[in-house]
Each structure stands twice: as structure tokens, then as C-alpha cells.
């Protein structure tokens, strides 16, 4: 076993704190929770608009509140690539001590660039149309690559000091506009470049490359269920020695987001849920595998509160028991500990992946819904989470989730309750 745990602590532990310290990727994370507000707008407007009874739904169309809320829907889930080019951007170029605002708009200036228009028409009838197609979930990924791209040419030409200076007395926003000047324009020309040269290729324009040769074989990849539980078992390893599991989840989070957003969108066109395209996405394995937070402890922070005879365990249960509701628990996983706690090793890293497992297959039996990819803000409590997401049926598999942790803590709780109770009569004594 400590041959085992050495092992996992040369490799497993670097990689995940490389992880953590790489820019790119913490700049891409930051910056798409930065758009949850965006994301949360569009979900409640998909949830209002998918509600499936008649009567409300002719009262939607009669009042026109369904123009209102596809309205909503159009400029939240059907625009995340816009958003995500600016953020992604902004977030990475700050990072660096430089001015995010602007890079942010060189690379949404350099999104639309690459972005297929429709024009009608000609002479003074001539009609631009920027289709949806591209701004949504398909063009997510352009979005980042660009927004990295983007902001690291940005950094690198400033570093270079290649920019226009205008003297002292010159008010400062006005000379931070045009120290903006000489990337932007070069950005955009290498942009621009590639896109006047993919449209002489089968692909036409560069989102068709990326979508086809980089979004899809990964969705097709991190969307498996063989992925999702290989992240959340590196996930338990990184917290098991200490390691925020973030860092591992971010590296799919674009990845599972998009699969929301795509879910999302095909709430709001009316396709039945089993019929949405994605099972695995970043609202439904929130739901499914974190019930109590890392390791879904839930189980054992009851089983803390209510079956401990060890008064320190005790009092730690009912401290936690309520940030756990929350799926906040770096209390029991810092102080009980789990954290590099043999005992507990094998419950705290497998209970979230049986979770998986099993919504997976019950899902696919029809059992459990497809996530409706609309996901509730961070901190809310279990069942709340999983009627957000796939409604009553997932909710009531969150209830079920608390009692399988139980059972699969129970054992290994009995453990450390017993050897803490006789240190504690020892101490008495």
C-alpha cells in the first residue's frame, strides 16, 4: 500500500499541480465561469420555455412570450462563443499584468473575423445576416483557441514593446487605446490570413476545421462514460493528497459545457429528451457524483453526526453537516482527514465514480432523464441541483446517492470511529 501511495504521489501529484499553475488552462476555466451569469440567464429561459403543457405553452405563443424568452435564449446559449472569446481572452491577458479589455476585443474582432457571414443581394439591397450557426456550443472551441491565441500574441508584442508611445502629457486612456493599435492590427491580419485561406479549402472557413477535426473527435472522447470516470478518479487521487481537484476537472470542463449548451439548445427547439444529444456533460456530473462535495462524503459526514461514539468525530459531523448539504466539504476532507487517510482511500475515491456508473446506466435504460444541460448556481443545495438539471427523477437519485454513500462509508467509518473512540478513553484515562 505505501509502495502503492509513493507511486501515485511522484507521478499523479506533479502533473496535477502543473496543471494548476498552467496558465492557459486556468485562463480558460476562469474564464468560462466567468460567463455563468450568461449561462444562468439561458437556462432559466430554456426551462421556461421547454415546460411540456399545452395550456402554458399556448399561453406563451398567445402573448408572445416565447418570441421574448427565444429572444433570450439567442443572445445567452446561442452566443457563448461570443462571450467566450472576449473572457478567455480578458482573463489571460490580465493574468499577465496587461491590459485585458483590449486584448479581449482584438480577439472577439478576430472571432467574427473567421465567422462565415450570408449576404443577399446586391447594391444598396445587399442584407449581412451573421448566422447563429457558429456563435453558439458548435463554435466554442474556436472561440477559445482564438481567445489564447489571441491574448499570447498580444502579451508577446508587448513584451517586445512594439507599440505606438505618444508623449507624457497625453491623458492615459488615451494612450493605452493606442498602445492597442499595433497588435490589434497585427492580430487580425494573421486572422484574417487564414481565413481567406481555408475558404479555398473543402472546409470553407475555420470553425468547419476545428469543429470537424478538433470539437467533435474530443466531445467524442471526454463525452464517454469511460472519461468521465477516469477524471473523477484522478480527481479523488489529486484531493486525497491534498490537491484541489479543479485543476483536473477543467482540463474537460470546455469540453462538458458545450455539451450543456448544446443540450440546452435542444431543449428550446422542442427535441424530446431522449432524443438530446449528450448524457455526459458538466451539470450532470455535478449532479450525479458530487452529492456532500469531493468524494461524495456525504454518507460518512451523517454517519459522523448521528453513529460516531468519538466525540471529536461527532462534533466535526455537526459542524460540516450542513456545508456538505451544499456540496461544500473541505472540512472533512482537511480535518477528519480523508486526505491521505489509507482507511478512507478507497471509499473517498470510488463512491463518486460508482455514482457515475450507475446514473449512467440508468440513464441509458431510460430510468434516469438526459441532463436538460441547465445547471443550478455553485453552492446549491442536493435534490435542488437535480431538479435544475434532469428534474424529479434526478432528484430523487440524489436522495438514493446519500444512502449508497452511506453504505459504501459505513465499514470504513466503523474503522476509524472505533480507533479514535479508544484514543479518546485512552487520553480519559
Not at 327 to 342: A, D, H, R, S, Y
Not at 407 to 414: Q, R, S, T
Request: proline letters at 5%; one cysteine or more.
Amino acid at each position: 500500500m505505501n509502495q502503492f501511495m509513493s507511486t501515485l504521489e511522484k507521478y499523479i501529484i506533479p502533473l496535477a499541480n502543473k496543471l494548476q499553475a498552467n496558465n492557459i488552462i486556468q485562463s480558460i476555466s476562469t474564464g468560462m465561469m466567468a460567463m455563468m451569469p450568461i449561462m444562468m440567464v439561458g437556462a432559466f429561459a430554456s426551462l421556461l420555455k421547454g415546460l411540456p403543457i399545452n395550456v402554458y405553452q399556448q399561453f406563451l405563443t398567445s402573448s408572445h412570450l416565447a418570441d421574448l424568452l427565444n429572444t433570450i435564449i439567442n443572445v445567452t446559449n446561442n452566443m457563448l462563443a461570443l462571450y467566450a472569446a472576449f473572457s478567455i481572452a480578458n482573463t489571460y491577458t490580465t493574468r499577465q499584468e496587461k491590459d485585458g479589455f483590449a486584448a479581449g476585443l482584438i480577439s472577439l474582432m478576430s472571432f467574427f473575423i473567421v465567422t462565415p457571414m450570408l449576404i443577399t443581394g446586391e447594391g444598396y439591397s445587399t442584407v449581412t445576416n451573421l448566422p447563429l450557426t457558429w456563435l453558439g456550443s458548435t463554435g466554442l472551441f474556436t472561440a477559445i483557441i482564438i481567445a489564447i491565441l489571441a491574448s499570447k500574441i498580444y502579451v508577446f508584442i508587448l513584451d517586445k514593446n512594439l507599440v505606438i508611445k505618444l508623449p507624457e502629457g497625453v491623458p492615459e486612456f488615451v494612450s493605452k487605446a493606442f498602445v492597442s493599435i499595433i497588435p490589434g492590427v497585427l492580430i487580425v491580419s494573421v486572422f484574417a490570413l487564414i481565413a481567406y485561406v481555408v475558404q479555398f479549402t473543402s472546409f470553407k472557413n475555420l470553425h468547419q476545421v476545428i469543429y470537424g477535426l478538433i470539437q467533435l473527435p474530443l466531445q467524442g472522447i471526454g463525452g464517454s462514460v469511460w472519461a468521465a470516470l477516469l477524471v473523477y478518479v484522478l480527481i479523488g487521487l489529486c484531493w486525497f493528497f491534498g490537491v484541489h481537484g479543479m485543476a483536473i476537472i477543467m482540463v474537460v470542463a470546455p469540453l462538458w459545457m458545450a455539451a450543456d449548451a448544446e443540450n440546452m439548445a435542444a431543449v428550446s427547439n422542442g427535441v424530446a429528451n431522449s432524443n438530446l444529444p449528450h448524457i455526459i456533460t458538466f451539470n450532470w456530473i455535478g449532479a450525479v457524483a458530487t452529492c456532500g462535495g469531493a468524494g461524495a462524503t456525504i454518507g460518512l459526514v451523517i454517519l459522523l453526526t448521528y453513529f460516531s461514539k468519538s466525540k471529536q468525530y461527532k462534533a466535526l459531523g455537526k459542524m460540516v453537516l450542513i456545508p456538505s448539504l451544499f456540496n461544500i466539504n473541505e472540512p472533512v476532507v482537511f480535518g477528519l482527514p480523508c486526505m491521505l487517510n489509507p482507511v478512507l482511500f478507497i471509499p473517498f475515491l470510488f463512491t463518486p465514480v460508482l455514482l457515475i456508473a450507475l446514473a449512467y446506466v440508468l440513464t441509458v435504460m431510460g430510468i434516469l432523464p438526459i441532463s436538460n444541460g441547465i445547471g443550478a448556481p455553485i453552492g446549491t443545495p442536493l435534490v435542488i441541483t437535480g431538479l435544475f438539471n434532469g428534474g424529479w427523477r434526478l432528484a430523487l437519485y440524489q436522495v438514493v446517492s446519500i444512502f449508497i454513500s452511506l453504505a459504501i462509508y459505513y465499514p470504513f467509518f466503523k474503522i476509524i470511529d472505533k480507533r479514535a473512540f479508544e484514543e479518546e478513553k485512552a487520553a480519559e484515562k
